[in-house]
């Protein structure tokens, strides 16, 4: 079965995401609902706003079904969040995927976020990393192991087939996060 | 130019966070609070909404910076503020209190009535209104990292905001057919800067998202504004002038998230009251039209 990348679209950097994989030449959709989700093999989910999310994914009773995904999924920012099983500022539920504390916004506001180089496990050069408004894994558990640092802290951690980056690879020219998420 | 900068680059980041979304205006913590509860991905704190400025009338500036430390306090959102046009002095005020966005607004009496701020020299992102390419472009080229239309703000009527987002696609959609030729000769009609000219053709878009505001009252709005290629919605009066602005504020959300789904649109506007009066855009006497500002 081929590959078909559904990207989160009920708010946010959807779009940024898609064409990163419309230049990786793969199949994609945008997902808006349950319905949606049919045949989807790769899940997305990108920056944006999670109180947006909660409510929209909630209202249709959408997000458990989001919560259970059994194929890969790549969060970047907010979706790192969601993946998170504990949310800190406010405390929140996650969807528990990725055993890590993520603590939103805890760079500061937006006159914080920032751009800066950091060290990946998936490649020897170095990576642009953006921050916006950008969360940090304040906890993360045994299992999970972290792929990328900002100086010491790990700003991007994968457990199974589960993938959750603080940052926005979709905002640079470097696809090599989206291209490792398509092999696992 | 600039627009390759890694400063642009994280201002304009934090627009593309904003894609898909409801801004919606607030005027203290507890409009605050009902906007991030229905699902807005941003809040605008002003004094007071549009269509009371309108009413008012007097100067609208800033504004009071404790409802702004109010509103950021209550919501985890980003929280984005107006400026007078011009005043640059009322910007840096909004940076010193590290608001998320600053929208260099029609809305308020401007303070210049020649000149924008060189947003440039900010750190924190701009938002600009406009009603045809060529104000897009110059507010572009002073550093602007999100567009709007301008529509015509407090009125209810979306016929504005239609009129500025088509004239802004539709001037794209022509750039793309010139030869590189004509495009100094496009660049002076338009009073836009020859560089970002020269983008919109290489790219058949803008450098930054464009969003939709000035008008929108009904989930059907918003609807009609991400069809016609707004890439999220601002909503100023039309909430919270409304009979029931947390049953619209969430309709709206809805319907901005679904706007190719007129089942889920139609669903989202059942039951929502009243909508905001609203206005013929033809009896504003043309001195309190607040898009030729």
């Known amino acids: 079965m081929g590959i078909l990348v559904g990207v989160l679209a009920i708010q946010g950097d959807f779009k940024a995401h898609i064409k990163v994989f419309k230049k990786l030449g793969v199949a994609h959709k945008e997902i808006r609902s349950e319905n949606d989700l049919s045949g989807v093999t790769?899940?997305?989910?990108?920056?944006?706003?999670?109180?947006?999310?909660?409510?929209?994914?909630?209202?249709?009773?959408?997000w458990n079904k989001l919560a259970i995904f059994r194929g890969p999924v790549l969060g970047t920012c907010m979706g790192s969040v969601l993946m998170a099983?504990?949310?800190?500022?406010?405390?929140?539920?996650?969807?528990?995927m990725l055993d890590?504390?993520?603590?939103?916004?805890?760079?500061?506001?937006?006159?914080?976020?920032?751009?800066?180089?950091?060290?990946?496990?998936?490649?020897?050069?170095?990576?642009?990393?953006?921050?916006?408004?950008?969360?940090?894994?304040?906890?993360?558990?045994?299992?999970?192991?972290?792929?990328?640092?900002?100086?010491?802290e790990a700003t991007g951690v994968i457990s199974g087939n589960k993938m959750a980056l603080a940052f926005h690879p979709e905002l640079t020219d470097n696809g090599c996060f989206h291209e490792y998420f398509l092999g696992l | 130019?600039?627009?390759?900068?890694?400063?642009?680059?994280?201002?304009?980041?934090?627009?593309?966070?904003?894609?898909?979304?409801?801004?919606?205006?607030?005027?203290?913590?507890?409009?605050?609070?009902i906007a991030e509860d229905s699902g807005a991905c941003a809040v605008m704190a002003l004094e007071r909404v549009p269509a009371d400025i309108r009413a008012d009338g007097g100067v609208a500036r800033m504004a009071d910076p404790t409802i702004i430390e109010q509103i950021k306090a209550a919501v985890s959102i980003p929280v984005m503020a107006k400026t007078r046009i011009g005043h640059f002095a009322e910007a840096q005020v909004l940076e010193a209190l590290e608001v998320d966005f600053i929208d260099e607004s029609e809305v308020l009496t401007p303070a210049d009535e020649h000149n924008h701020i060189d947003k440039t020299k900010f750190k924190i992102p701009f938002v600009c209104g406009c009603r045809n390419l060529g104000e897009a472009l110059r507010r572009i080229g002073e550093g602007a990292a999100l567009l709007r239309t301008k529509g015509e703000a407090g009125s209810g009527n979306i016929v504005e905001a239609v009129r500025h987002m088509r004239a802004v696609i539709g001037a794209i959609r022509r750039i793309t057919t010139l030869d590189d030729e004509e495009l100094m000769t496009k660049a002076k009609n338009l009073g836009a800067p020859y560089d970002l000219v020269k983008y919109v053709k290489a790219h058949g878009g803008l450098p930054v998202p464009n969003f939709a505001a000035g008008g929108i009252a009904t989930p059907a709005d918003?609807?009609?504004?991400?069809?016609?290629?707004?890439?999220?919605?601002f909503v100023g009066s039309g909430i919270f002038k409304s009979s029931d602005p947390k049953s619209r504020a969430k309709a709206i959300v809805l319907a901005t998230t679904h706007y190719n789904d007129p089942k889920i649109v139609a669903e989202a506007s059942k039951s929502l009251g009243l909508a905001m009066k609203g206005l013929d855009i033809k009896q504003i006497p043309e001195d309190q039209l607040l898009q030729t500002r």
């Not at chain 1, 997305?44 to 009773?61: H, M």
């Not at chain 1, 099983?85 to 528990?96: C, D, H, L, N, T």
């Open chain 1, 42 to 62: 790769h899940l997305v989910v990108p920056g944006g706003e999670s109180t947006t999310i909660r409510k929209v994914a909630k209202s249709e009773g959408f």
């Open chain 1, 85 to 96: 099983r504990q949310i800190e500022s406010p405390k929140a539920e996650g969807w528990g």
């Open chain 1, 100 to 152: 890590i504390t993520a603590k939103r916004n805890a760079y500061g506001r937006q006159i914080n976020s920032f751009t800066a180089e950091g060290k990946i496990a998936i490649s020897e050069k170095p990576f642009e990393m953006v921050f916006i408004r950008a969360p940090k894994f304040v906890r993360v558990g045994d299992k999970v192991e972290p792929i990328a640092w900002l100086g010491d």
């Open chain 2, 1 to 33: 130019m600039f627009i390759n900068d890694k400063e642009f680059k994280v201002k304009v980041g934090l627009a593309e966070m904003l894609k898909g979304g409801v801004i919606m205006d607030v005027t203290n913590a507890e409009q605050a609070k």
């Open chain 2, 222 to 233: 918003a609807s009609l504004m991400m069809q016609l290629g707004a890439e999220s919605v």
